[in-house]
């Protein structure tokens, strides 16, 4: 007799399958969304800072010239 068991069949062996396949799902999972976290948010917070040091001024610029504008028109 051979030490490897068949696979079961039926509802036991469907069970069995989709089991493995969720544990299977869930170890990809984590993994992804570890990896998501980490080079995700170095992304987001890198955008973030960048956007604060480059557009805040740009914006504040604009704004001082509208005002600017506005009194040199009335």
């Known amino acids: 007799m051979s030490s490897a068991s068949k696979p079961a069949g039926g509802i036991k062996g469907f069970l069995q399958q989709t089991a493995q396949f969720g544990m ?7 993994t992804v ?23 805040m001024p740009l914006l504040f610029e604009i704004t001082r010239e ?9």
């Open 66 to 74: 509208a005002q600017v504008r506005n009194t040199l028109c009335m």
């Open 24 to 30: 299977w799902t869930y170890e990809k999972s984590t």
């Open 33 to 55: 969304a570890h990896w998501a976290y980490r080079y995700g948010g170095q992304a987001a917070f890198i955008l973030a800072t960048t956007s604060m040091v480059v557009l």
